[in-house]
Structures are given as structure tokens and as C-alpha cells.
């Protein structure tokens, strides 16, 4: 009992044990049960499962406030809300892999699970990362501030996000590096083939894998913002990491409910943007004004309406060209 009681990364043991083994018995249920027989994935599922994914994400807000206190929950909270959004601008650049790697909607799924999987350990490996340098040197939240409100200002300049996948390096890279089939094979990520000059059976990559791999990358990109965001709201790793992992678990059915109105949130980059710049400055406004902190129900509510605001914008400018 004394081990489950210790402290680790600013909390105790059976705080993290517990919510990795939530985060598991998750996964093996979306996995085993949910979509056990690879089937597509409808709009209205995709709906439940995120309304579902979602509302567990928020219930947990209330476990932080029963073991943590108001304060850090308002922390969770803010930071759930910020890397969901943050996750909606994923979405766009899942669906243009899919897009230009042809994958079928009833195979998405199984790249996506494995994704998040992926997802989930390199983002402990950054928070933790990022945890230990914030610790040893408090100076570098200025860094993480100033870097959200340039990337804040750069994502609403003219020609930014704009890609052209048949240029991207990885691809490019892997396509001549590896052996890649031009077909998918079902499900497979990997297949075994004859080598067209030996006659040998070999192991050649799918592009199923291609989607893997390319996803895994953009998220990493991704994190480059989401993780310094967070870090500006709490320096706190347990309010850090359960906040992005709750927001990321619902990502696949985010993905499957947004993948066909996508165009419907046509100004949602720049709300997002609007959002990291005020994150960005909230630690030079707490020290202009002489506070220890930016207030954590300021920060959610001004959070809310910043989201609110241009998710509305969007879908009322967009309902004119219907």
C-alpha cells in the first residue's frame, strides 16, 4: 500500500495506475466488443461514441475536484476544452490522408485505433519530457507562451496549413526507401510478396501503414502546439496528460461525426488561433497585473466563447452556401 500511496510526478501512485487502467479497459472495449468486426463506422454512432467519450472526459473533471480540489479541476477542465478543439484541426489533416491514400471508410478505424495507441505513449514521453524541463527551469513557460502566440498569429497568415501531400517528405521517403504495394490488402498493415528481381517472398508495407505512420507524424506536428498549451494552463503532469488523453480518446469518433461537414467549420483554424494567442499571453497578463496566476474560471469561460464564437461564425456562413 505504501508504493500505491508514494508520490510520482506530483501525485500519488494509484492516481496514475487508475486512470491508465481506465484509459486500457477503453481500448480493449472499442476494441474487442465495439468494432470487433471491422464494420463502417455510421454518423450516428460516431455521434454517440463521441457524445459518450465526451461526457466521461467531463465526469472525470469531477474526480480531479474530489482528489485535487476546484482549482485544478477548472485546470482539467480548460485544458480538456483546448486540446478537443486543437483535436477538431486534426481532423482535417486525417481526412486528407485518408483522402490521398484512398483508404476506405470501414478501414479507418483500425488506423486510427492504432494511432491513438501510438498517440498515447509519445504523448506521455513529451509531457513527461516537458514536465521535467518546466520543473528545472520555470523560465521556460515564457518560452511555451511566446512560441502559442507566434503559432497563433502564423496559422491566420495568408497560405498557411496549405499541403500538398504528393510533396511530403515522409511519403516521399518511405515510398523509396521501403517496399510499398500500390494496393491496400485488407486490413493488413504488412504483406508478404515476391520481389520482382529475386523471385523471394518479402515483407512489403500497405498503404494502410502509410496512413498509420503519416497520422502518428501529424500528431507529433500537433503536439508541438497542444503540449506548450497546456503547459500554459497547468504545469501540473497528472492535470497535463489525463486532460490530452481524455480529449484524443474520443478523437476516431470525432473524426467519423466531422468527416463529412468538415467544410461546414471553414473558420474554426482561425478561432483556433485566436485561442493559442490568448493562452499564449495569459502568463504575461497574470505578471503585468501582479497575479500568481490567471484566474481558471476566467480562462474556461473565455475558452468557451472564443470556441462558441467561431464555431458559430462558421456554420452560420456556411449554411448561406448550401
Known sequence: MDI???????QPLWMWLGFLGVVGLLLAFDLGVLHRDGHEIEVRESLMLSGFYIALGLAFSGFVWWQLGAQSSLEYLTGFVVEKSLAMDNVFVIAMIFGYL?????????????GVLGVIILRAIMIGFGATLVSEFGWLLYVFAAFLIFTGIRMIMPGHGETDLSKNPVLVFMKRRFRVTEQ???DKFFVRQADPQTGRLVRYMTPLFLALVMIEI?????????VPAIFAITTDPYIVYTSNIFAILGLRALYFALAAILHRFAYLKQALAVLLVFIGSKIFVADLLGWEKFPA?????ITFVILASGIGYSLRRTAKVQ
Open 184 to 186: 491496400l490488402h485488407g
Open 297 to 301: 474560471e476566467w480562462s474556461l469561460g
Open 102 to 114: 484512398a483508404i476506405p471508410r470501414h478501414l479507418q478505424h483500425r488506423v486510427l485505433f492504432w
Open 4 to 10: 500505491l500511496t508514494s508520490i510520482f510526478l506530483g
Open 218 to 226: 501529424a500528431d507529433v506536428i500537433f503536439a508541438v502546439d497542444s
